[in-house]
């Protein structure tokens, strides 16, 4: 095996300038060590709480400090595993404090009904359609695409906040126009535009 190696790779019998290689190695000067242990712990003296905060929070909207943090509800997207609401009842309130798709917080009295998805200010990067309403009677709903086409809504009813959360199902992205709520009779209960 040995021969068949110094047959491809012929041996040489010359020394390395090793000089030369001790001449490249050599550390960095002094005086530009110390001035980058200076510049850093300037900016960790200065900029390190600043860049600790930026670090630990992500900026998302989170429950209103109105909300009672107590009673918080979850709807997760099945097929993603993505929180789609958070919920809980608003504190002093007849309403709920509630985020959507991680990307709109707020507080709505009781009566209200609100929907948003895609080309809305909730969502210019979700798929997701999402609503809710605080009427009771609502079991099932449908959305119809820009495109004509009708697509189910996943409907969670929680009673302890007495208001129900719709939303689109899917992975890519389905740019909604409008929602149809039904009651348990088939009946329409409501139909809501989305947002712009």
């Known amino acids: 095996m040995n021969e068949w190696l110094e047959e491809l790779v012929p041996r040489r019998d010359e020394h390395g300038d090793w000089a030369d290689v001790l001449h490249r190695a050599r550390p960095l000067p002094r005086r530009r060590l110390i001035f980058a242990v200076a510049v850093l712990v300037g900016v960790l003296a200065v900029g390190g709480p600043a860049l ?17 943090r107590r009673n918080v509800v979850v709807v997760v997207q099945p097929l993603t ?47 997701s359609l999402v609503g ?29 906040l007495g208001a129900t959360f719709f939303f689109s199902r899917g992975r890519l992205p389905r740019f909604m126009r409008e929602a149809t709520l039904f009651a348990a009779n088939g009946k329409i209960v409501a139909r ?3 947002k712009r």
């Open 81 to 127: 595993g993505r929180i789609v609401v958070q919920a809980a009842p608003w504190m002093g309130h007849d309403g709920i404090c509630y985020v959507l798709l991680g990307m709109r917080a707020g507080c709505a009295p009781r009566g209200t009904a609100f929907l948003a998805g895609p080309h809305s200010d909730v969502a210019a990067a979700t798929p």
């Open 52 to 68: 600790g905060v930026l670090l630990t929070r992500d900026g998302a909207p989170r429950l209103p400090r109105e909300a009672d």
């Open 192 to 194: 809501l535009k989305v």
């Open 132 to 160: 809710f309403t605080f009427d009771g009677r609502i079991v099932s709903g449908s959305a119809v695409t820009v495109a004509g086409k009708r697509v189910p809504l996943v409907v969670r009813r929680f009673e302890k």
